[in-house]
């Protein structure tokens, strides 16, 4: 199965999202929410600094539950800047 690339716009979503779960741990110990959400520590860094930018649901859905932070405000970060971009 071929993957095609992600466009500028999704990537520039991922680093959103990645700012999102950043403000989100606020001081909380990384290693720690990546346990709670049952993923690698570097998974996570990966996630809130943009290098992952398209993880896959069940590991956001398992972010949200782990920071108490609603899902769908994770899927509007997404979803509302890749709408911001195309309106342009």
């Keep these: 199965m071929v993957r095609n690339p992600l466009t500028p ?3 520039e979503a ?3 999202l990645g700012r999102l779960l950043r403000e989100a741990r606020a001081d909380r110990d990384l290693g720690d ?3 709670a959400a049952g993923i ?3 998974t ?3 996630i809130e600094t943009g290098r ?3 993880p ?3 590991t956001i859905a398992c972010l949200s539950e782990a920071l108490d932070l609603p899902i769908q405000d994770l899927a509007a970060t997404w979803r509302d ?3 911001l971009k195309s309106a342009s």
Excluded: D, T, Y
């Design 9 to 11: 716009e999704q990537i």
């Design 14 to 16: 991922g680093k959103r």
């Design 33 to 35: 929410v990546a346990h």
């Design 40 to 42: 690698s520590p570097e």
């Design 44 to 46: 996570l860094r990966k």
């Design 52 to 54: 992952l930018p398209s």
């Design 56 to 58: 896959a649901f069940g």
């Design 81 to 83: 800047g890749l709408r």
